[in-house]
């Protein structure tokens, strides 16, 4: 893809859940700096009218709520048409994990992580495809893991929820490639986010300086909106060089 390739973000209208920390966040801070308008969706409030403040609200559209509620998603997509007239893209990131064995988590943990991780990018995708088809096409990126392409030791239910969103992606791709609407799947290895902080993992430890930043999976992403339409990346795995596979 030469530079000439490259779509111009300026002005299209992204939604993205989980906005209010890592990934989400510094991919909202990315796409407005593309000239893009953001539609973003997250827990707390506070932090949403933070990073309104810092984009300039001109850009940004906020609801605060739990991506796990499928009215939550209707609302954010429906906020986003009210403001701008259309939604383009849709980047479902939000999600939550603990390192933990088959027994360690509690039923209530399993249920909260399955209900933001799978539904929640279900959800999400439900409340942007009726736009997109009114529209003639856009972009649903999910943001899964390396977890959900091989699994791993002590993180069995995560990687689950993980496994789902890429068997979702790919059966989405195939309802809907013909309509115009690509489905992009981005899966990360370990970024130095607040992901797990307190469940597996500490503020401080020395190997999140190794791996990669929410930075990095926000480049990733913004670089998958501007392919050519004529292109697709179905499935995108991304590790730092300094992780082993």
Same mark, same amino acid.
């Given at each position: ?17 989980? *906005?209010? &920390? @890592? +990934? !989400?966040?510094?991919?909202?801070? /990315? ?6 308008? #953001?539609?973003?969706? $997250? ?48 980047? *479902?990131? &939000? @999600? +939550? !994990?603990?390192?933990?064995?088959? /027994? ?6 399993? #249920?909260?992580?399955? $209900? ?53 992606? !790919?059966?989405?791709?195939?309802? /809907? ?69």
């Amino acid at each position: 893809m030469t530079a000439s390739e490259q779509r111009d973000l300026t002005d299209t209208v992204v939604a993205v859940t989980g *906005a209010t &920390a @890592g +990934i !989400g966040r510094a991919t909202a801070r /990315l796409l407005v700096a593309h000239g893009a308008r #953001v539609a973003l969706l $997250g827990r707390r409030a506070e932090r949403l009218a933070e990073l309104t403040a810092e984009i300039g609200d001109e850009h940004v559209v906020t609801v605060a709520g739990d991506v796990a509620d499928p009215e939550v998603n209707r609302g954010l997509v429906a906020a986003a048409v009210e403001r701008w007239g259309r939604l383009d893209s849709m980047v *479902a990131n &939000a @999600g +939550i !994990g603990s390192y933990g064995g088959i /027994l360690d988590m509690t039923d209530d943990e399993i #249920v909260t992580m399955s $209900g933001t991780n799978f539904l929640g990018t279900v959800w999400s995708v439900r409340a942007a495809v009726p736009v997109m088809r009114e529209a003639g096409g856009g972009d649903l990126v999910i943001i899964s893991s390396v977890a959900g392409l091989r699994g791993g030791a002590i993180e069995a239910v995560y990687a689950a929820t993980k496994f789902a969103q890429v068997g979702l992606a !790919g059966s989405v791709d195939r309802e /809907l490639r013909a309509e115009g609407i690509r489905v992009s799947t981005l899966c990360p290895a370990a970024v130095s986010t607040e992901f797990a902080i307190g469940s597996g993992r500490n503020e401080g430890d020395a190997w999140l300086e190794d791996v990669l930043t929410a930075e990095d999976v926000a480049a990733a992403v913004v670089a998958t909106l501007q392919q050519p339409r004529r292109w697709r990346t179905q499935l995108w795995a991304l590790r730092s060089m300094a992780e082993e596979s």
